[in-house]
């Protein structure tokens, strides 16, 4: 069974930093790309990060671009996004998506990130 | 960036009618399309990938069509459980983009 467990999120300060994770297990875990999304509360899913299953390359939204990293570690089936300069509009839950063809076949429960002071 | 337009915003029907919802690409997405649906309180569930193709799981009362920039997602008969929000998204290029949703409500 394939499951995303996704772990870090919080509150933190606007300009602060926060580090999420999405632990995958039921999978070959490096043979998929993977993919964040996000959805601030209220609102639709929004498209954030996207890597390619060896981690070499990524691909960024805009409105994260040069803010978040996302990478990954396949020998611990692990995924992580460092979110620095975080901007009140960054509040939403993220969750981590294991992609198919490139749509999304398993989602993750998600992680709330709340950015205010 | 692509934008995907869904219409409408609100669907509101009967339990056991049929349920048609549209995705608008403001450029060719060929079939690269998807179609998730959402409860609140949940993650999102893969309904419908290469515009057409059902998730495994998925009943057969879900089917998609389309391609290019119109497509569809029917719900042929309405169930209790089938009340909720679908997004349609495209992988067709970067940045991967999401409709807005529409909201199936009980009418």
């Known amino acids: 069974e394939v499951q995303l467990l996704e772990s870090g999120g919080g509150l933190v300060q606007p300009g602060g930093s926060l580090r999420l994770s999405c632990a995958a297990s039921?999978?070959?875990?490096?043979?998929?790309?993977m993919t964040w999304v996000r959805q601030a509360p209220g609102k639709g899913l929004v498209w954030v990060s996207t890597i390619s299953s060896t981690g070499v390359r990524t691909y960024y939204a805009d409105s994260v671009k040069g803010r978040f990293t996302f990478s990954r570690d396949n020998s611990k089936n692990t995924l992580y996004l460092q979110m620095n300069s975080l901007r009140a509009e960054d509040t939403a839950i993220y969750y981590c998506?294991?992609?198919?063809?490139?749509?999304?076949?398993?989602w993750g429960q998600g992680t709330l990130v709340t950015v205010s002071s | 960036e692509i934008v995907m337009t869904q219409s409408p915003a609100t669907l509101s029907v009967s339990p056991g009618e049929r349920a048609t919802l549209s995705c608008r690409a403001s450029q060719s997405v060929s079939s690269n399309l998807a179609w998730y649906q959402q409860k609140p309180g949940q993650a999102p569930r893969l309904l419908i990938y290469?515009?057409?193709t059902r998730a495994t799981g998925i009943p057969g009362r879900f089917s998609g069509s389309g391609s290019g920039t119109e497509f569809t997602l029917t719900i042929s008969s309405l169930q209790s459980e089938d009340f909720a929000v679908y997004y349609c998204?495209?992988?067709?290029?970067?940045?991967?983009?999401f409709g807005q949703g529409t909201k199936v409500e009980i009418k």
């Open positions: 998506a294991k992609m198919k063809y490139g749509d999304l076949d398993y």
């Open positions: 998204h495209q992988y067709n290029n970067w940045p991967q983009t």
């Open positions: 039921g999978f070959t875990f490096s043979s998929y790309d």
């Open positions: 290469g515009a057409s």
